[in-house]
């Protein structure tokens, strides 16, 4: 069965600091990929998403994630981040059929 | 709309109560998606609808949970004799294509059941 592992619950960054977020997923094909960012009180969006192709994929908001199939991972980047990206960041993996398989979120906290 | 609507917000409930969620998708899009989500976990897939079609209710936790679609739109998701742990944010979603593949997300429906 598909699962997606996000290995840290709570990060804390620097404004104008580098961000990568950790995704490792568990699936025996190649696996539809995306990143969602929760803000607080408000739905899912979606940042970027992987099917096929170019193994870096380029998002919303100046965020970026790299699809490695050696290390069933797909980590989320930012250059520099800005106090407007401290959310709820969740990574989840679809198979082409009808539901995604969500991580447990990694909460991005960031200091001025 | 310009987005998908859930409604109420946000729904306090006494255990025992019925309850129904509603959500508003996205107008034309075919697929529309439940997802459960409790305090500090990821959303957790409930059920599928293919217009009015419920493709997949292999999520939902026990019979108390019931989802419709009647004319291939709005969805109302009902939970009979509401139990504590049913309190959770639960998110509608739609998309274009039965594939999930970009699916935009409602804002939710926090219920909390006391």
């Known amino acids: 069965a598909q699962s997606v592992t996000q290995p840290d619950i709570h990060i804390t960054v620097s404004e104008g600091a580098s961000l990568e977020l950790r995704c490792n997923y568990s699936?025996?094909?190649?696996?539809?990929l995306f990143w969602y960012v929760q803000s607080p009180g408000q739905g899912l969006q979606l940042l970027l998403k992987?099917?096929?192709?170019?193994?870096l994929v380029q998002g919303i908001k100046g965020f970026e994630a790299e699809f490695k199939r050696s290390q069933s991972s797909f980590n989320l980047r930012k250059p520099s981040v800005h106090w407007s990206d401290a959310a709820e960041y969740f990574c989840?993996?679809?198979?082409?059929?009808?539901?995604?398989?969500f991580g447990t979120g990694t909460r991005l906290q960031v200091f001025p | 709309g310009a987005g998908v609507s859930q409604s109420p917000r946000y729904k306090v409930a006494k255990r025992g109560q019925d309850v129904a969620l509603r959500c508003d998708p996205i107008?034309?899009?075919?697929?529309l998606f439940w997802y459960q989500q409790a305090l500090g976990q990821g959303p957790e897939f409930l059920t599928y609808?293919?217009?009015?079609?419920?493709?997949?209710k292999s999520g939902l936790p026990s019979d108390r949970f019931f989802a419709e679609r009647p004319e291939g739109s709005v969805s109302t998701l009902k939970i009979q004799r509401t139990q504590q742990e049913d309190s959770a944010v639960y998110l509608c979603?739609?998309?274009?294509?039965?594939?999930?593949?970009?699916?935009?997300f409602g804002q939710g429906t926090r219920l909390t059941v006391v």
């Open positions: 609808f293919q217009n009015e079609a419920q493709l997949d």
């Open positions: 992987y099917f096929s192709g170019d193994t």
């Open positions: 989840a993996v679809g198979d082409g059929t009808d539901k995604l398989i």
């Open positions: 107008s034309g899009h075919v697929s």
């Open positions: 979603a739609s998309s274009w294509d039965r594939y999930s593949t970009e699916a935009f």
């Open positions: 699936y025996g094909a190649t696996p539809y």
